[in-house]
């Protein structure tokens, strides 16, 4: 199925209106979260990669234009103005692995307003869900303290799709590996993991699989020892590990009942068998609020393996976000509706020291001491520069993360800086709204509050 057709029933009516009455002038679209959901204190730019790839590739052909007239039920010559529509505007956006706030554009796209208007859909989609999973992973990098951190989202992510992208952006916000084959091997990220429970049973004991285990794998070997007693079972690793001499790198993984007793008393296990460079992994249900108790009470564990609820971001699975559109032929537009009221023009994020950001035009000139977030990445439906890489984004993440309020850090009741607002956009803001105002009360409509 084409990428093309993934998108809402009314980005394609909408579409072939404007077509149909010439309305083809240049429109832009912000995309920007409304308000964060509880409990974060900031979000991370992510999915601008996959969404440029989107974009660059978009075109309605003729497949497409006879699935739109299929389920509309009108005939395909009905939707042949459509058909040959490619993507060739421009996109400034904020690149992957910057912290974001309340308001800020992650994203603008100007175009046609046609072509802006069809690929609304799929951006949403894309930007929205790898934001949300990339700030549930960046939290958990927070409350680890620098211990490693492990990808196992893969299976109780939603759908494969999701969990390459879980993995992908985990990797961009700092962790060591992922279980997920396809993401290390396309993103160069590298692989971990260990064996199952099922494995496990299928021995006539543990020490049988164990031992069966590390003859088929002859480098470092990690061992689960929580399938039966657990406290049996690092008996049982310590004694096989202690006779293999495999060195560096081998661990035990707990993976359920109180990690943090259990990794005490496997710490002092391990020890005695003067195995003191064993390591263990703990997993099972993990996210940043467990980990955060675990670091807290000294649990001596050295990696720690999270999956489900980061890959789907169990907390906060969703962001309260829109894409709307903020000029029209050169006009500033804007919505006013109750709660969901817009700023209108294209716009520009201005970043000063401490993360303490201004929202202003994107014409302004950028305040002495400030960086400017958004960057033209896309013109003329082309990529501006090579495509960015995770070692970039981590870099970025990692830097913006370092000048983050501890207020806005905290995994318990964050609070979210609150960016300002620049005179010029305030200004224009009441002046538009006032002039939309006035035709209302004058009993004029004006499509699409235009003033």
């Known amino acids: 199925m ?15 209106s404007y077509l149909r009455e010439n309305m083809r002038a240049p429109a832009t679209f912000s995309l920007f979260v409304r308000g964060l959901p509880s409990g974060r204190g900031f979000l991370v730019a992510a999915g601008l990669e996959p969404a440029l790839d989107y974009l660059a590739r978009f075109q309605v052909g003729r497949t497409d234009a006879q699935e739109f007239a299929e389920v509309l039920g009108r005939p395909v010559k009905d939707l042949e103005p459509l ?57 958990c990098v927070i409350a680890a303290d620098g211990r490693p951190l492990v990808d196992f989202s893969l299976r109780r992510s939603h759908g494969p799709d999701a969990g390459m992208q879980a993995a992908r952006l985990c990797a961009l916000v700092g962790f060591a590996g992922t279980s997920n084959v396809a993401a290390a091997s396309r993103y160069g990220i590298p692989a971990s993991g260990t064996m199952a429970h099922s494995y496990i049973e299928t021995f006539p004991s543990e020490e049988d699989a164990f031992r069966a285990f590390a003859r088929a794998h002859p480098g470092p070997v990690t061992f ?28 035990i993984r707990l993976d359920s009942g109180d990690l943090g007793t259990l990794a005490h008393r496997a710490r002092t296990a391990l020890d005695t068998a003067g195995l003191r460079d064993v390591r263990i992994i703990a997993s099972g249900g993990l996210d940043e609020y467990a980990v955060t108790t675990l670091v807290r009470d000294g649990a001596p564990i050295d990696v720690f393996a999270v999956g489900t609820k980061v890959g789907v971001a169990a907390d906060a699975p969703y962001l309260d976000a829109a894409y709307k559109l903020v000029e029209y032929d050169g006009t500033p537009v804007m919505k006013l509706s109750s709660g969901k009221a817009t700023a209108p023009a294209p716009k520009q994020v201005f970043r000063r020291p401490g993360l303490r950001d201004l929202i202003g035009m994107a014409n302004e000139q950028p305040p002495e001491g400030t960086e400017p977030l958004l960057r033209t990445v896309m013109l003329g439906g082309l990529r501006t520069e090579p495509p960015d890489t995770l070692d970039a984004a981590r ?57």
Request: with cysteine; glycine share 6%.
């Open 224 to 251: 689960l020892v929580d399938t039966y007693d657990t406290d049996h079972g690092v008996d049982t690793a310590a004694r096989v590990l202690a006779d293999l001499r495999r060195g560096p790198g081998c661990a």
């Open 83 to 139: 058909r040959g529509l490619t993507f060739d505007g421009q996109v400034r956006a904020v690149p992957e692995g910057r912290l974001v706030f309340a308001g800020e554009p992650l994203l603008e796209v100007t175009a046609p307003l046609p072509q802006a208007q069809l690929v609304e859909t799929y951006l949403i989609s894309l930007l929205c869900h790898q934001t949300t999973v990339a700030a549930k992973a960046a939290r």
């Open 395 to 451: 870099a970025r993440f990692e830097a913006d993360l370092a000048q983050l309020p501890e207020t806005a850090r905290r995994i318990e009741n964050p609070v979210a800086p609150v960016p300002a607002v620049s005179t010029r956009l305030s200004v224009l803001t009441t002046v538009v709204r006032h002039k939309i105002e006035a035709r209302m009360r004058a009993g004029r409509q004006s499509p699409g509050d235009r003033p």
């Open 2 to 16: 084409s990428q093309v057709t993934t998108t809402d029933l009314y980005e394609v009516t909408m579409a072939l």
